[in-house]
Structure formats: C-alpha cells, structure tokens
C-alpha cells in the first residue's frame, strides 16, 4: 500500500488527483511522484500501480550486453495505446496508461477478453495494447488489423503491489483462459545477436513496430527496442500536427533510424531519402490543404460501442482531458450491433498557426 501521507503530500502538489467517472470515484497519479508512476490509481483500500516506464536501447549489441546479465524473453512490441483491465466492484474496468478509466476500452472488453479470468482471479490485473484503425486515440495501426481493434496482452499484475508475475505464470493464465497475447518469439541471451538482428529486420521488412526485451530474473529488467519503419511512421502521421510535438520528438526519431540502418547494415538509398522528406512534407500539405478547405486541421476517428452511453461517456472524457485539441462530435448511429461514433479531433495550434500564416501574418525568428 502507499502511506497516507505521501498521497495527501502528492494532492497537495497537484500530482493526484481526484476523479469521478462512470460511477467510480479514485485518486489518479497525473505524474510520477517520488516512487509512484504516473497512472497509479487508488480505489479506497485497492491501489492499482501505474505501468512502469520502459527504456529505450538504440544500438542493439551494445545496449542488450550493457542491460541484461541473464536470458530474456522477446515480445513483439504493438503499435496501440496501453491499458490495466480490472475487476473493480463487481465490474470489469479498463484503465488508460494516464489512469483514466477508458469509456471505449471498457466497452469492448468483453469481445476479447474471458471474463472467467476474472471471476477466478479477483486479485488479477491484465496489462494489455490495444489496437487497429477504429481506436479513439492515436492514428496508427499495425498493417495486420485491418478493421476494427484488438488487444494484446503482455503483463499480469496484482493489486496492491507493483511489478509482474512472471513469464511462466503469465502464459499459463494465458493458455488457460485463451487470453489473446503478443506474439512471444523466444527466450534469448546477449549471444544471440546475429539472430536478434535477424528478426528485426524481418519485422521491418512487415511494417511491425519492433520487440520489448524482459529479462527472466528476480530484477525483471526490461527494455524495447524501435524499428526503423516505426520510427519513419511516426513522423509521417505526426507531421499534420507537428506543432502539439517537441522538436526532441522528430531528432530522436531521426537518430533511430538512422541508428537502425547502421546496425541492420541497411543503405541510405535515394528512395529512404525522399520517404523521409515525404513524412514531413505530405503532412504539412495535407494540413495546408485542409485549412484551405474548411479553416481548420484535424484528424477524422471511427469507433464501435456496444452501448451509445460509453459512447457519450468518450466525447465527455475526450472533452475534459484534450489540451490544445478541440473534439468535435460529427456522427453517433446504429451500425448493426454496435453504436458508430465519428468524431473530429481538431489541432488548435496547428490550425491557429496557418490561419495566421496564410492571412499574411507576421512570425519572428
């Protein structure tokens, strides 16, 4: 459990929060505080650990033999948004990475996920990525979903305490329960970097994200590591709003590529070259052109929900919690056994930057 005290000194400096939302009321880290991870969430007497921050390796030889003393395991990393799944007074709740108990994910849970997981293991929490292009949240989406979402998941928690179960514990819960997974590919050690790289390059080739590298030890170390196609994917949907993101976002991806291609062997060709040009450039005309058009830049999202009341209950959450972004309902309807909600996110800054621009406007270096 956490002290009280360090909860009322965390309220007190505006890292917790308190929440009220779908019939519940809990306290919610917005930032790490002292030992406590952003996204840490306390239900009265139950305390549901924030998931904890994963470093980043960007040269693969040197970073696996300078992080990792023992055998590891190998996930495959999915482009999606991160999520608890909870039972939580006699109802499965689903949390957003921020703490948020998420409309959308709660909605849909059930399509995926066995509820007799929970109903045996009260005390269980799945930590899963969701993901496929009718998400509410971020615009990519691996090339294997083609409709829809679809969860992976990759940790089991407890409440009440922080950190895993371990790997062995985790794929028998589930096997057991038919859970649907990230793809594992295999216990490794620093040896194996020939066919490490092997696989990498092999999930570039697919368009895939990359892997998450969790050491089979009491220490748990853990690390993830980008490919080179995910990183160019980044700034190429980034690019519309590129405004909302800190230049540090677009070099670090610039590195990573760059990085990726040295380690993997792979040419600078004139083609890589010019998609890199294209990510920044065909975002910022698509922004350009869609001001012309309607005097403002936005993405367009699509999502199903069992019931139009999570549906409300996302624009609501969306609403409060969007900065810089404005959300705009533009379609709520009957789609066979699902409610279709279409909605714009407008970017404020963005839009309010070529209005200026295109007006005539002065800009100072």
């Given at each position: 459990?956490?002290?009280?005290?360090?909860?009322?000194?965390?309220?007190?400096?505006?890292?917790?929060?308190?929440?009220?939302?779908?019939?519940?009321?809990?306290?919610?880290?917005?930032?790490?505080?002292?030992?406590?991870?952003?996204?840490?969430?306390?239900?009265?007497?139950?305390?549901?650990?924030?998931?904890?921050?994963?470093?980043?390796?960007?040269?693969?030889?040197k970073g696996l033999k300078e992080q990792?003393?023992?055998?590891?395991?190998?996930?495959?990393?999915?482009?999606?948004?991160?999520?608890?799944?909870?039972?939580?007074?006699?109802?499965?709740?689903?949390l957003s990475r921020g703490g948020y108990?998420?409309?959308?994910?709660?909605?849909?849970?059930?399509?995926?996920?066995?509820?007799?997981?929970?109903?045996?293991?009260?005390?269980?929490?799945?930590?899963?990525?969701?993901?496929?292009?009718?998400?509410?949240?971020?615009?990519?989406?691996?090339?294997?979903?083609?409709?829809?979402?679809?969860?992976?998941?990759?940790?089991?928690?407890?409440?009440?305490?922080?950190?895993?179960?371990?790997?062995?514990?985790?794929?028998?819960?589930?096997?057991?329960?038919?859970?649907?997974?990230?793809?594992?590919?295999?216990?490794?050690?620093?040896?194996?970097?020939?066919?490490?790289?092997?696989?990498?390059?092999?999930?570039?080739?697919?368009?895939?994200?990359?892997?998450?590298?969790?050491?089979?030890?009491?220490?748990?170390?853990?690390?993830?590591?980008?490919?080179?196609?995910?990183?160019?994917?980044?700034?190429?949907?980034?690019?519309?709003?590129?405004?909302?993101?800190?230049?540090?976002?677009?070099?670090?991806?610039?590195?990573?590529?760059?990085?990726?291609?040295?380690?993997?062997?792979?040419?600078?060709?004139?083609?890589?070259?010019?998609?890199?040009?294209?990510?920044?450039?065909?975002?910022?005309?698509?922004?350009?052109?869609?001001?012309?058009?309607?005097?403002?830049?936005?993405?367009?999202?699509?999502?199903?929900?069992?019931?139009?009341?999570?549906?409300?209950?996302?624009?609501?959450?969306?609403?409060?919690?969007?900065?810089?972004?404005?959300?705009?309902?533009?379609?709520?309807?009957?789609?066979?056994?699902?409610?279709?909600?279409?909605?714009?996110?407008?970017?404020?800054?963005?839009?309010?930057?070529?209005?200026?621009?295109?007006?005539?406007?002065?800009?100072?270096?």
């Amino acid at each position: 459990m956490i002290e009280l005290e360090l909860v009322k000194e965390a309220v007190r400096l505006r890292k917790a929060r308190s929440e009220s939302f779908l019939d519940f009321e809990y306290l919610r880290f917005s930032d790490d505080f002292k030992e406590i991870p952003r996204g840490t969430v306390l239900f009265q007497d139950t305390v549901i650990w924030g998931y904890p921050h994963i470093g980043r390796i960007f040269i693969l030889e040197k970073g696996l033999k300078e992080q990792f003393r023992n055998p590891f395991w190998v996930e495959e990393k999915i482009d999606g948004y991160n999520v608890r799944i909870l039972l939580q007074k006699d109802k499965v709740i689903a949390l957003s990475r921020g703490g948020y108990i998420c409309p959308f994910t709660t909605d849909r849970v059930d399509d995926f996920i066995n509820f007799k997981f929970f109903e045996e293991n009260p005390d269980l929490i799945l930590c899963a990525e969701v993901a496929g292009p009718e998400n509410p949240y971020i615009e990519e989406s691996p090339p294997f979903i083609k409709e829809d979402i679809r969860f992976f998941v990759f940790d089991v928690m407890r409440k009440n305490q922080a950190g895993f179960l371990s790997h062995t514990e985790k794929m028998k819960l589930i096997e057991k329960y038919n859970l649907p997974a990230v793809t594992v590919f295999g216990k490794y050690t620093t040896d194996d970097l020939k066919t490490l790289k092997e696989l990498l390059f092999q999930l570039n080739t697919e368009k895939r994200e990359g892997v998450v590298f969790k050491e089979d030890s009491p220490e748990h170390r853990r690390a993830k590591y980008i490919t080179s196609y995910a990183n160019l994917n980044d700034i190429k949907i980034t690019a519309l709003n590129m405004l909302q993101l800190p230049a540090e976002y677009y070099t670090n991806r610039i590195m990573r590529i760059v990085l990726f291609m040295e380690e993997e062997g792979i040419k600078a060709t004139q083609h890589l070259y010019s998609e890199l040009g294209k990510a920044f450039i065909e975002g910022l005309m698509t922004a350009i052109e869609q001001f012309k058009k309607e005097h403002r830049v936005y993405r367009r999202f699509s999502c199903r929900f069992k019931t139009k009341e999570n549906a409300l209950a996302l624009i609501e959450l969306l609403h409060r919690t969007s900065r810089h972004i404005q959300v705009i309902e533009k379609e709520l309807k009957k789609e066979g056994d699902y409610w279709r909600l279409t909605f714009d996110k407008v970017f404020l800054n963005m839009t309010g930057l070529l209005g200026h621009l295109l007006s005539g406007g002065l800009v100072f270096d």
